[in-house]
Each structure stands twice: as structure tokens, then as C-alpha cells.
């Protein structure tokens, strides 16, 4: 991953979001897609987020993640400033569990999309499985890769149902 | 109001909010506090917002209002880039009624504070009259109207309650 | 549009969703992308709905749009078939207001990724505006007509301004 | 159990959800009502899941349950595939505890009904005893067993009423 | 209907539901299921309520459904009395938008189960498919009117589809 | 009425509260329970509401009845000056339909009780049977009136089966 | 408390209850308000509800409280038997955090009134101390004990005052 | 801070509210703006709260800020009292998490307004700043530390940026 040029941008609004966020690095890793992932909140360094966005375009990068809580205003912001498909990941990060930063990305108005993803570890991995999937339709390797995947996942549910039945058996159900 | 320089400036994210943020300037000219209106959108005018904020302070502006509905940065936006206190009326213009827009507004994270009003018109009137309430702690004429609008309101209030006993009458109530 | 192989397919769970999705449709049509749009229910016609998304990659489509309301599936459903990237729009069908289809729709777990829009008429405005993102990445003429867009946008912004300017100036603020 | 064929087929959308429904299986084991339960997922496996539904009433099963979190499609999907009856236990397995997969289960469009029950172990107790309870209607012996057990809540509940006393003298209350 | 003896009663706790609770009947009668539907209300009539569900099963009755809005607890009032599967409808019929009446409905404590369907009009027809469901599982007859019912609405959906090409030829899209 | 000293005292927020708080008056006077009813906001007037609050019990007046809209804080202020048994009713006056009432009542801190109906007209009437029902335990007169009222419904429910057999024949459903 | 007759008559729907409805408990003995209390469900024991309601007025209860969580139709159930005074304490006991039991409670309809306390701890202390304003209005001798209690709160809050001034100080605040 | 007269009191409920409300005094005690704060009710010490307020003006305060839980009214009783500027921060008390709090403060009617924080800790500490804010507009040095307290937030960010690169490698993920 390293010699290569990143190809998707993740940006989170705060360290305090790594652990949902390593989420989608670790997918777009495990489909060898080149990324980076750096801190930069809408409020806190407004410049900084502007900069990283206005170059991300141009220093190749073609998808960008933003992973934000409570009023989550970094995917928006983000998505104003480029034409680079933007994917946002709510973070769980108040007493509201997530739904202030799930509304505050996902209603958007019409002119500025943001696709939004489930709050925390199950948006942050989706996020970088949905990565992939717009870059696959121009890349039948990644493609390939990513229908393997699907087939990984579905051998692990037949496992996971092998697993009931001796849970079953543990409990004298069956 | 017209030759006096501005020390409000009402932005709203969309000229549908017109009806709504009204209220706040109706309140402002009431006090004969100076103000400015624009349109200016946190998503389809960044630079605009931004250009705007940044140059409030040096033209006299004291005080900045945000209204805006549905996934609601504005006032967000505005406040991560000016040291002025701002303050955010949500609006109701999604099937959610407004609670998007107050989440995306009150839920702000430590550091970037935004000064809520409620939902609609309620909020925008009380957007103007908290902005009087500023004003006034360094104007004490302007705190003498403040009280005297909160007596005719008492009084309002009073010949509210005879009305009602007019309506029971009717109603055969008493 | 006729004559070009549609590249986005825009299914929706009812013809009662139309007057919500066509308004992707008007996007798509605006940036000259070739698309269709059928009805296929998750519920009433799975075979009919599994068939579509299974033939799609084949004819040429490399973005999917599901429109749906009440325990929306029909965005979950598709993506579970393909490896498209697929675009969801909850739609406010029930009594409560579009929320039952947003968490249908965005709370997809980890493994089939659904990239949601906001509930309604901006949602459907913004999935095909997130198609054209998409694409633009790999197409220099479509990025510039979403430039062109956004500064279309941005003007638009700034005439709505001043028609509030003639609004105060009508109810006697300026 | 394991010599009678199955007229009730449990299935979940993770063996994550094995402690919940494991209690629809003991209620089903408590009124000896054979049943099988698999894992299966309306998204990680579509077709499993078709294939288990499309098969189930020939081999004699009158009755689905299906227990899911998030956006739980999972009965939905299942009532599509099937004439047989179809119960749904939303699971508590995200931030929105529960909200989304009640919503997304129990909001099912007019066509395909799912018989929802509360979110989480109440629920797939109670998924149980429904199966029963439909069961029991062409079977006195079982309707029978519905009623002891009834009466042995009953018995219950003044139990916990004397230990309530108890506690009351304890606490030196009474 | 008339000369048969019902074997689904449908209560409602006011004659207000009625509306609603009409979709439950008029799906009854397609199916040629004899029924019968009353108002009775948990609150203003527990006595009627408890006597009329007492007597159903003696009556012939196999299946109950019960519609009420609000703090609705007429579907757990007589799921306690019998051993009957009731099904509930959560009406719209107050400012809560029918949360309240499912939340009423759908979150029986263990013991007592309720079969809930969606809030309003596609929760009452559903209710009167799901009874259809139910007694088809030892009915070939009614069996085959479900299959035929569902494709149906398989073939309605493909015309609403047909009808969607004619509207999107009208709007000039295609 | 107008020549026995008041026993109840009804409080709203504002004469916008009047067609929903008169129901409460209407059921009083349907129980022949001397009342009186005035505006009084916990806000706008506060001075007013601690003055009419404490002198209510020295005129006679047993309970109080508080209705409000909004951050509803009326009956919590009125509970607040008292030791008289307060009864709150929220009013749907705002785009959060009646929550943000409901919550800013029911939700009391221990130590000062509001006795919270539900929001609305429903709410407004039973406030008043309440008070019925409070007067009652000390007043065999009123309780037989009460008892009366009670049939009265339960004679109003069976009317209304009535009138629903009705329907459905007029409907073609029986 | 032994040897007088109760006055009032604490419900709760399960022993696990009882942590929160004691407090309604510990409230009436400190006003030595004579109680009883006992566990009933409405769906488990609906016949042993009954029998205790009906029989309540006649041995000297004055007001009923009752406590559940989930689906709380305890309340209804009882207010729907008696003519006395019913209060609710709805319990958090779900994945819905007390919300379900809050609007099971709350939103009851009109004719049958249920005075609602807060969710939880705070609204058990409340029922307590309603119940004593209630008897306080004919009892001189509980009202000085009200009155007591609540000056006792004021010099508590003045005393937390205090403590909060040392916190400052160890804060190095002030 | 301690020879200075307070410019800012903050009032809260309860002294369990210290922990939350103690941030807002370390912002300002950060920006050498002098402050009191003490625990006053607006239900258990109403005429402390009041006596307090009524006196704020005249010995130099500027700025109340009101933090509570549960049914919040705090904030909105001082605002009715004052002509100061008040800002309120709800807190998370209840199982209701903060949302009673958040609805019964930000929802104030038209006339009183309160500036609402989020719910919490960053409500707390964005109560304080912004109090600092509005002190800024008439003081150039405190103006000077805000704008350096950005900077450090700014530079904050960078770091934590930093620290998420070392944690990418220590993950193996660059």
C-alpha cells in the first residue's frame, strides 16, 4: 500500500474516532486499495479540511470518508468543496447514540450529496466495502476480489449455523 | 435603521427559510438594533458563508443569527470561523419536523459553541430577542425596552385570560 | 438518452414512490447519463427484483438507485445481489414520516454496504447527483458539468438573496 | 424432539443472535414442539435463505421465526419467499437499541404481513408461545399445555407478591 | 359469510377505527374467511371486552385481531384472556403518530403475546392476510388463494411498472 | 357554578391553549365541580401565576389543572409553589407534535409531582375526570355521578358496535 | 403503619419492580400514610387485578399506584375497574429505556384518566409524595408535614450549595 | 478570579450536576473571567432561584448560564426573570438521556429565549466559551485569547492527526 498513491481519503473529525474508523482502513487494506486517513474537523481546523479537500482530486485521490459525531458537520463540509464522491460514517460519540450525527449526514439538502452509512463499526467497514464497489466498476480484479468476499462471508454464515447447532446440543435443545 | 451600521447579521441557508427568519428582523427593528439579511448556504455557497463571517467583525457586527433546516451546518460553519457569538435557529422543512436541523444544530462539539433557539418561528423570534438581550448589558436604553416589551407582554397576557373568560361565556361555562 | 445504453437503474418499491424518484431521474437526464427506472417491490416481486439486479452488471449498469418507504428492504435486498454499488432513498410513506424507511435503509450491518440519502425529494435529487459523482471520476466532461452545477447553485444562492433583500424591503425592514 | 420432524424453523441473522432466540427454542422445547434453528441471513446469504424458506413447508414446517438486529430484513424477506406464517423478533444490536430493527420489521408494507413481537428476549419468548398459540387451535393437547402454563404464571405472580412482603418487612416497611 | 360461523373476530376500541379497521375485513371476505367485528373497548368496556372474548373460542372462533390507537391496550387485554393468537393494529390517532400505540402493542412482556403489524391501513390489511396465513397451514384451499393473491400482486406491480414508463414518457425522460 | 366558590383551578400557558384546556372546564361542569379558568404563563406573566397559586388554596380551591405547550415548565412552577395536587395536560403546539410538552412535564425531579395526562383533547378530559375522581374520594355524590359516566360510555361503546354493524353492511361486509 | 387500615395501594407488575416502586413505599411511610403493596400483573393474573381493584374502595383505599415497564397497561387496567385515583409510574425495563411504559401510560384515552409520573426512581418518590398532596387537601396535619418536607429539600439544596463551594475549592475554582 | 466581581453565574439543579457543570466554570476560569456558581432549583428553591436572579444584574453579572436534567426548567424560569442573556446546558439524567433536558430548555416559547448547548460535557464547556464570546464583543484581549484558543484547538488536531499515524503503523496499516 505504501508505494502506492492513495486513491481514497478518510478523515475523521477527531482521534477519539480511530477505533470506528481503522474500520474502513483495514477493508480498503484487505482489498489492497491505497488510502490514507488523517484527523481534520469542520470546526476545530475548518482551513486544514479545506486544504486536504481542495488537493485530495488532484494528488489522485477519487473517493473520500468522513467519519464524524454529534453534530456531524465534516461530511457535508467536505462534499461542498470537491466533486468527489463523499461517504459518511456517524459516530456514536453522545448520549443521543448516534442519531444527532446520523441526521446531521444523512439530511442533507439537494445539491450536496453525502452517502451515509449505519452508525459506528458496521457504517465504518460498509463504508470502506462501498469504496471498493465504486471502484470496481472500472476494475474487474477489485471485482473479483470483492465477490470473493461476498462467497468468505457466506461460508462464515454456514459455520456460524454449524456453531448453533452445537450450541443446541450444549443446551439439550436438540 | 438604514443609516445605522449593522451590528446583526441574519444569514439563512435558502430563501424558503424568508418566512421563518423574518421574525428574528421583525424583533431586531422593533429594539431599533441595525441588522443585515442574506441568503448564504453552508453547502452551495462555502465561499460566500465564509467571506461573509470572516469579514462581520470589522464592519461592526456584533452578533450573527443562522437559520437553516434539514441536515443544518450553517450555523456550525459560521461559528468555526469568526470569534463573534452565533446563534442558530433550526428550522422544520424535512418529514422530520425539524428535529434533524436542531440536533445538526445543538449538538455541537466542545470548542465551537452554537446558542440554540426552538424550532421555527418561536426561535426566530426569540433568536432576536437573545440578541437584544446581549446588546442590552452594555446599553441600558436598550435594556429599558427589553423590560418594557416584557411588561407588555404580562399585559398581553392578562387580556389574553379575560378573552377566555369572554370565550367560556359564550361556551356557557360561566 | 434513448439511444445510449443506460448506465444507472433506478427501481423504486411502488408506483406511488414516482413523484419521489423521478426527481433522480431529472438529475441523471440533466447530466446526460442514460438510465431506466422500473417498479419491483423487495416483498411483492422478489424473483422480478433478483432477476433485474442480476442481469444489470451484464447490460452495462454500474450504479443502482432504490427508492422505498414504510420497512423499506428494497435497497438492502439489491445490494445483497450485486456488486454495484447501489444508492438508497427512504421515502415518508407512513405515519411515521420517512423514519421507518431512513433506518431500514442506512442501518444495513457490515458486509452489504447501502449508501443512504436524505428521506424524500432532496434524497432523490442528491442519489442522482452522488450517481454523477461516481462516474465524473473517471469521466473529465461530467466532472465539469457537475462544476458548471454547482456554480449554477452557487448563483442561484446569491439571486435568491436578493429577492429577500425586495422582501424586507416589501414589509418595510430596509 | 430430535425424532419428530420440525413444524416450527427458527432462523437468525448471526449466530450473535443465538442468546436471544435460543429462548423461542426453549419455549418451543417446553411445550414439545419440534423445531429446527439455522443461521441465516437475508443479506450475507440470500440464497441459503431462499432455499431454507422455498423448502421448509414441504418438509412440514408451519411456522417461521426470525430474529434479527439492525436494519433487520430478514423476516421480510422470508415472508416474501413463503405462504407460511411468518414471526419477527427485533434484536437490540446496535446504538439505536432496538428502534431499527422493530421499524424495519414491523412496518412491512400491505401484502406481506410479519407477525412482530418486542424487541429482544421478551420477544422471542414470546415468539414461542405464539407459535403455540396457532398451533394449539387444531390441538386440545397443546392448548392445554397454553393454559397450565398460563396458570403457572399465575402462581408465579404470587409468589413474587410474597416475596415482594418479604423484602417490604426487611426493608422495615411493614 | 353470513351462514357460516366466524372464525376471526376483529375488535376495535372506537368506532373511529373503523376506517382502518375495515382493510382487516374486506381482506377476511376476499378470502372467503367468515368473521365478525366489534367495537369494544379495554378501557370503557373491559366487561364486554372480557365476556366476548371468553366465549370466542367456544364460539369458533381461531383468530383475534385487535385495532386501537393511543395508549392502545386492547390487543394485551385480550392476548391475557385467551389462548387465542391475537393480532394487533396500532392506530394513528393521536399527535404521537401511532408510536404510542405500537410501542403499547408490540412490547408485551414475555408470557403474553401479541402479534404486531404495521401502524394504520397496511398494518389492518396485513392483519387479514397474516389470519389467511394462518388458517391456510391446514387449509389447501385457502392456501392456493394466497399463492394466487400474491401473484396478483406480482402482476400489479409489473403495471404499475408499465404505468411508470408512460408517466416518465409524459415527463419527457425517456 | 358561578355562585359556589371554585374547588379547581385550571391554568394555560396561553389563549391559544383555550379549545383544548375548555375541555377540562366542560367536564367539570358536566360534574357540576365549581371551577374558574385563566392565562397565566410560568414566562411571560410569572409574578401573576406565583400570585394566583398561592392564594388558591386559601380560597378554596383543591386542585389545580395546568395546561401548556412547548418547554411546558407551567405545572411544574405551579407544583413548585403549592402543596395542592397539580395536574398537567401538554399541548401539540410546535413541530414536535406534543413530545417536547409531554417530556418538560412527566419528567419532574423528585420531590415536586405533576400528575401528567396525555397530550391533547384526551389529555384536557381526563384532567378534569381526574380532578372528578380526586373530589370523589370524598364525595359519595360525585362518585355515583362518576359511576354513572363510566356506564355511560360503556352504553356510548356498544352504540357504536352498533353503528359499526352498520357500516359494514353498507359496505357489503356482512 | 401496622395496625391502621391502608389508604393507598401500591401495584407493580413485577417483583424486579420493586427496587423502584419501594420508593413510593418509603415516601407514604415518612408521611405515615398507611399502605399496601403487592404484585399483579394485568396480563399475567388479569383475574387477581381485578378481584384487588374491586375490592380496594371498600376496604379504605382512597388512591391507587401502580408501576410497570414495556407494554404498562397495569394502570389503564386498574383506572378501568375503579372510580378512585389512579397513579402511573412507568419503569424503565426495555431496550426502549421506559420510553414504551411512559407512552403505554401516558396516552391514555379520553374517559379514563391516569396520572403519569416521571420515568423510573424520581417518579416512584413522586407518586409517594402526590398521593400525600392528594390526602393532604382534607388532612391539615399531612399538609404541615408537606410543607415540612419541602422546606427540608430547600435547606438540602442550600446545604449542596455549600458542598458545591468546597468542590470549587478543591478544584482550585476559586 | 477571587478579588474580581463575577461577571458569569452559573446556577445548577443539583450538586450531582457539578461534574458536568464544573467544565463551563474551568473555561472560564481559562479566560480569567470572574465567575460564582451555585446549586439553586427551580422547583425545590424557587424563591432562592428567584432572589438570586433578581439580584444578578445589580452586582455586576452579565451572563447567568442554567445547567439541569430531567424536566429542565431551570433555564427558562431565570430567563423569565432577568433581562441578562441565559444560557442553558441539559444534561443527561434520566433514561431519557439528556433529551427531557435538551426539549424542555430549547423549546421555549416566543418572548423568553434561552441559548441552548449541547446535551453534557461539551454543552457545559461550549456554555462557557461561549459566555466568553459574548464578552469579547467589548473586550479586544479576551478576543486575543480566544482567537489563541482556536489556534491551539487547531494545533490540537495536527497532533492528534500525528498520533493517528502512529497508530496506523502500529496497526500494520501503512
Redesign the interface.
Known amino acids: 500500500?505504501?508505494d502506492k498513491k492513495p486513491v481514497v481519503g478518510i478523515l475523521?473529525?477527531?482521534?477519539s474516532d480511530?477505533d470506528i474508523m481503522?474500520e474502513s482502513?483495514?477493508i480498503l487494506?484487505q482489498f489492497e486499495i491505497p488510502f490514507e486517513?488523517?484527523?481534520?474537523?469542520?470546526?476545530?481546523?475548518?482551513?486544514?479540511t479545506l486544504k486536504y479537500v481542495r488537493s485530495a482530486r488532484d494528488r489522485g485521490i477519487?473517493?473520500l470518508i468522513a467519519g464524524a459525531?454529534?453534530?456531524a458537520?465534516l461530511a457535508?463540509?467536505v462534499?461542498?468543496?470537491t466533486?468527489?464522491?463523499v461517504?459518511a460514517v456517524p459516530i456514536?460519540a453522545?448520549?443521543?447514540?448516534?442519531?444527532?450525527a446520523?441526521?446531521?449526514?444523512?439530511?442533507?439538502?439537494?445539491?450536496?450529496?453525502?452517502?451515509?452509512?449505519?452508525?459506528?463499526?458496521?457504517g465504518s467497514?460498509?463504508?470502506g466495502?462501498?469504496a471498493a464497489?465504486?471502484l470496481?466498476?472500472?476494475d474487474p480484479e477489485l471485482?473479483k476480489k470483492?465477490?470473493q468476499f461476498?462467497q468468505d462471508?457466506?461460508v462464515?454464515?454456514?459455520k456460524?449455523?454449524d456453531?448453533?447447532?452445537e450450541?443446541?446440543a450444549d443446551?439439550g435443545?436438540?
Chains 1, 2, 3, 4, 5, 6, 7, 8 share one sequence.
Open positions: 500500500m505504501s475523521m473529525g477527531s482521534d480511530y481503522v482502513a483495514k487494506k486517513m488523517i484527523v481534520s474537523s469542520a470546526h476545530r481546523t475548518p482551513e486544514r477519487k473517493i459525531g454529534a453534530a458537520h457535508g463540509v462534499a461542498a468543496e466533486m468527489l464522491p461517504i456514536d453522545t448520549s443521543m447514540r448516534g442519531l444527532d446520523l441526521l446531521a449526514m444523512v439530511q442533507m439538502p439537494a445539491g450536496i450529496p453525502v452517502a451515509t452509512m449505519a452508525i459506528g463499526l458496521a467497514r460498509n463504508a466495502i462501498f464497489r465504486m470496481a466498476t472500472a471485482e470483492l465477490l461476498k462471508m457466506a462464515g454464515v454456514v456460524k449455523s456453531r448453533v447447532q450450541k443446541m443446551d435443545l436438540i
